[in-house]
């Protein structure tokens, strides 16, 4: 008899020997995305402290028998800055399905889109995962069959060689009855395994077909995943932007209070006007320029008036000529003459600026564009605590609506503001009905307890309200003494009620500022606020 033939890959085995059909056979990969120790690390790190796909994990694994890696490559595809996918021939055959699924994620077009937001984050990496879950379900769902048919093919391949192993001990045990020329007589053994690896061949030629099958369906669930959860994070990122949560600040964030924080955003009380209060913001930071009319800087044009400092030229020549002098001096006190026009930045208000936030029932009532009186107030309001960040003054939040409902809210400049403490004063609301003098009153000691304090003047109090309501001549003649002596201001904003800001009415008797919005959905409204706060 001739030698045992060897395996492709082998040389052929010397006379008197047996190849070593025992040898382990290359190892193949249950992990999809290649990563590194720490890139695991992060992953397990963000597995333990998200309940979301621990939870997710669990029920994929009892559902589908699908152990954590597919979500350990789906997350480190979406967190790696550039994932590497393992060939399918590197592959477990039970992992050929989650090979697919994450190949079809990777090559769309819609999770390049995603991993712009997601690279380098965990906790957005994490997110995107779970905002993919039904379609992780889906795919899972659809390949069940080909995962079955994947795992048969990887027990026959273990059964092909377990065979193999029994060729070798078959053959050890027949070498003291080898042919004189040093073969070993067993061909029994050798028909064995060759059976058992046809097996495992046909198998996993089924288990490919079923998953080619099944290829396509998967593609484009993916791309509708990935599309889905790019939303999902983008919406997510803007949301902590339009409340002034920056990036450095969520990267500092636990994960556990920021899935906290982003769970509070989406589901609190202003959670639909997230855009209203992100354009409010940015409105008001394009405004912070203060600029202010008459003061020294940009000529913008000419004007008509009695300052000699701002008389144009042409003007002046006029004192040069006896016959022209007499109209000069006619022009002047008359107040005609032509001034260069110009605006500037002025140092205005130094004290805190006071926001009194009118939360009675009528705030409820819904404006052009589904906005709702409360939310622009609100949104106003924030605004207004970013003016008063940037200038380093103190902010104080007053909620208001009847005269015994009152909420405030004090943010120092020299403090955090706090994300939660913000939140809180947004989403506070009393109800009831108005009571202007409540508020106001509440304003004005808390200017004088600052000028006593540092003997800061010069607050500004804006009334932000719906409401009409009278106040009494005692308390008005206090009022004013109070302005008097601390120098602040007050401005008024009315909404949705045009007869509230009317001539004679009591909210323009009680501001030295006020205007009338009734478009809730137009930020710049209350643009001019900005410039001289």
């Known amino acids: 008899m001739g030698t045992t033939p060897s395996r492709p890959d082998e040389p052929p085995s010397p006379a008197g020997t047996w190849p070593d059909r025992s040898a382990a056979a290359p190892a193949r990969h249950t992990a999809v995305v290649v990563a590194d120790r720490f890139e695991q690390i992060t992953w397990r790190d963000t597995y333990e402290q998200s309940a979301g796909l621990r939870e997710l994990a669990e029920e994929l694994n009892e559902r589908y028998a699908c152990p954590t890696g597919l979500l ?58 779970l905002a993919q879950a039904t379609a992780l379900r889906r795919m899972l769902e659809r390949s069940r069959r080909a995962r079955d048919l994947a795992e048969r093919a990887k027990q026959a391949q273990r059964a092909a060689e377990g065979a193999a192993t029994a060729v070798d001990e078959a053959l050890r045990q027949a070498t003291g009855g080898a042919d004189p ?58 949301l902590m932007r339009a409340w002034g949560v920056g990036p450095g600040e969520l990267e500092r964030m636990p994960f556990a209070e920021r899935a906290r924080l982003a769970e509070r955003l989406r589901t609190g009380r202003l959670a639909q006007w997230a855009e209203l209060i992100g354009r409010f913001r940015r409105m008001a930071g394009g405004e912070r320029a203060r600029k202010v009319e008459d003061a020294t800087g940009e000529l913008v044009g000419v004007t008509l008036g009695d300052d000699l400092t701002r008389v144009i030229p042409s003007e002046l020549a006029g004192l040069g000529l006896p016959v022209l002098r007499a109209v000069f001096a006619a022009r002047y006190a008359a107040g005609e003459l032509m001034l260069y026009d110009s605006q500037g930045e002025q140092t205005t208000g130094r004290g805190a600026i006071v926001a009194c936030v009118d939360t009675s ?5 819904v404006g052009p564009g589904g906005v709702t009186r409360e939310a622009w107030a609100k949104a106003c309001a924030l605004a207004l605590l970013d003016q008063a960040r940037h200038a380093g003054r103190d902010f104080v939040g007053i909620l208001f609506s009847s005269a015994d409902k009152i909420r405030v809210f004090r943010f120092p400049a020299g403090r955090p503001a706090g994300i939660d403490r913000t939140l809180d004063f947004a989403e506070t609301f009393l109800g009831g009905g108005t009571s202007f003098q409540t508020p106001l ?7 004088r307890e600052e000028f006593n304090d540092t003997s800061r003047m010069r607050g500004d109090i ?7 309501c009278d106040v009494t001549e005692e308390w008005m003649r206090d009022r004013n003494d109070a302005k008097r002596l601390l120098g602040f201001r007050v401005f008024g904003v009315a909404i949705g009620a045009p007869r509230a800001a009317g001539a004679g009415s009591v909210l323009q008797a009680l501001c030295d500022n006020l205007r009338s919005v009734e478009d809730l959905t137009d930020v710049h409204a209350a643009a001019d606020l900005f410039r001289v706060i």
């Open 72 to 129: 350990t490559d789906a997350f480190l595809a979406a967190y790696k800055v550039s994932p590497r996918l393992r060939e399918r021939a590197e592959m477990d055959p039970s992992r050929l399905v989650d090979h697919q699924i994450i190949t079809s994620l990777v090559e769309s077009v819609e999770f390049a889109e995603l991993r712009r937001e997601t690279v380098g984050d965990p906790y957005a990496a994490a997110m995107a995962v």
């Open 181 to 238: 020329d040093g073969t070993v007589p067993a061909p029994a053994a050798d028909a064995v395994q060759r059976a058992a690896e046809a097996t495992a061949r046909q198998a996993a030629r089924t288990a490919a077909r079923h998953l080619a099958a099944v290829a396509p369906g998967i593609r484009a669930t993916a791309r509708a995943a990935a599309a889905r959860a790019a939303a999902a994070v983008r919406e997510e990122a803007a």
């Open 361 to 365: 029932h009528s705030m409820y009532e």
């Open 441 to 447: 009153t509440a304003a004005g000691e808390l200017l």
């Open 462 to 468: 804006v009334m932000i309200t719906d409401g009409e």
